[in-house]
């Protein structure tokens, strides 16, 4: 991710949920470079610590908080400590998912396979949306950008229906937000 404008996010708070590793943690190091300051948001702990000890050396405003999206009061308490430590949220972006190591073929999700996926997937972000929206209107300022998949347009072998149904969910979720 590169901006043409490097001094476009200066200052901008974000918060990157999901970011511990992979996309996420792109995604962090990208909002980093570009003058953001980023909160790592992630229910890994030992993870968190690595990726702020790593995006040091980018910036030094950056921040981990331990969260799973699939509980309100964490994702309260997150968007609460980054106002109370930053005083505002510019960007959010909803990373936190994926098809979270469970079967794939129809007859052998579980109940709990389901709502693990759906809740990490969709749940996380309806939360996180719910919570940081007022916040960006009373200010009429923010970005918000949630991560779906092609899984949410085509059939998804490799992820499962349940990956399939939370991305075409945060899709659905991103379009009605957007006419609200």
């Known amino acids: 991710m590169r901006f043409r404008n490097m001094?476009?996010?200066?200052?901008?708070?974000?918060?990157?949920?999901?970011?511990?590793?992979?996309?996420?943690?792109?995604?962090?190091?990208?909002?980093?470079?570009?003058?953001?300051?980023?909160?790592?948001?992630?229910?890994?702990e030992t993870g968190i610590k690595n990726a702020v000890e790593k995006l040091k050396g980018v910036s030094e405003n950056v921040i981990g908080f331990i969260?799973?999206?699939?509980?309100?009061e964490e994702v309260v308490r997150l968007v609460n400590s980054t106002i109370d430590k930053w005083g505002r949220i510019d960007i959010l972006v909803n990373n936190a998912g994926g098809a979270l190591h469970t079967p794939h073929k129809l007859e052998e999700i579980e109940e709990e396979h389901w709502?693990?996926?759906?809740?990490?997937?969709?749940?996380g972000t309806f939360f996180c949306c719910q919570q940081v929206i007022?916040?960006?209107?009373e200010r009429?300022?923010?970005?918000?950008?949630?991560?779906?998949?092609?899984?949410?347009?085509?059939r998804a072998s490799l992820a499962g229906v349940q990956y399939t149904a939370a991305k075409a969910g945060v899709?659905?979720?991103?379009?009605?937000?957007?006419y609200d």
Not at 115 to 123: E, S
Not at 171 to 178: F, H, I, N, P, Y
């Open 7 to 44: 001094e476009r996010l200066k200052d901008r708070v974000a918060i990157v949920t999901g970011s511990a590793q992979g996309l996420g943690f792109a995604i962090a190091r990208a909002l980093a470079r570009e003058g953001a300051w980023v909160v790592i948001s992630d229910i890994n």
């Open 140 to 154: 009429r300022k923010g970005s918000i950008v949630n991560i779906s998949a092609l899984a949410a347009h085509w």
């Open 115 to 123: 709502d693990l996926v759906v809740d990490v997937n969709l749940k």
């Open 134 to 137: 007022p916040k960006m209107v």
């Open 67 to 72: 969260t799973d999206v699939r509980k309100k």
């Open 171 to 178: 899709e659905g979720l991103t379009r009605q937000l957007a």
